[in-house]
Structure formats: C-alpha cells, structure tokens
Nanobody, 122 residues
Framework: QVQLVESGGGLVQAGGSLRLSCAAS????????MAWFRQAPGKEREFVGAVNWLGGKLYADSVKERFAISRDNAKNTVYLQMNSLKSEDTAVYYC????????????????WGQGTQITVAS
C-alpha cells in the first residue's frame, strides 16, 4: 500500500505561482509512476501531468509550458510547480501512483491522495 498526502494548495492571484508537494509513505516512490490530476466543480477529474520512474514527463496541453513535475525519490516526494496560473486552473489537485505504465486516465492509477484545493483569483 502507498499512502499519498498532498500539500501546498491555497489561494493565489492570476499570474502567480504555487508548488504542490505529494509525500508518500508505505512504499518507496521510486518503484511507481506518478501523476497529478485535477477536478473542478461539476467537471470530470482530468489529467494534468505525469512523471515515470525514469524521470520521463508527460503533460496535458492545457498546462504545458506553465506547469512542471519533478520527483525526489530520496525524499519520497513528487512536486508540481505551477506558474502563470489562470482562473481555469482552479480545482482540487490530486496526486496518484501506479505500478503500471503512465496513462492519462484516472482508472490507470491505484493510489490517490486526498487532494488539495487551488483557487486562482482573477
């Protein structure tokens, strides 16, 4: 079992930046591919980006060039650096882990954090 805990959410002005952290316990993260998803009110949970165990990264088109995922296996933590935030980035952000391949759909992930709220004020 992997337990994931997100932190770093909050309220930010449009154009600002935030960094989310996802701390894992129970298993070492180096064995897992990691992803970030987000869910806005009334919308489906959507893929934001992922980093595989080798460090390869994949992003949704809507966040490419603005968001960056990184991982520190020594700290068992994954990060999401979010820059140039827009009001449409407002959502609950979730960290997820899988022992399978990186995919863009939530069904591909076995472990989830509880989520952290990001609100971008315009």
């Amino acid at each position: 079992q992997v337990q994931l805990v997100e932190s770093g959410g909050g309220l930010v002005q449009a154009g600002g930046s935030l960094r989310l952290s996802c701390a894992a316990s129970g298993r070492t993260l180096s064995n897992y591919n990691m992803a970030w998803f987000r869910q806005a009110p009334g919308k489906e949970r959507e893929f934001v980006g992922a980093v595989n165990w080798l460090g390869g990264k994949l992003y949704a088109d809507s966040v490419k060039e603005r968001f960056a995922i990184s991982r520190d296996n020594a700290k068992n933590t994954v990060y999401l650096q979010m820059n140039s935030l827009k009001s449409e980035d407002t959502a609950v952000y979730y960290c997820a882990a899988t022992g399978r391949g990186v995919v863009r759909v939530r069904e591909g992930y076995d472990y989830w954090g509880q989520g952290t709220q990001i609100t971008v004020a315009s």
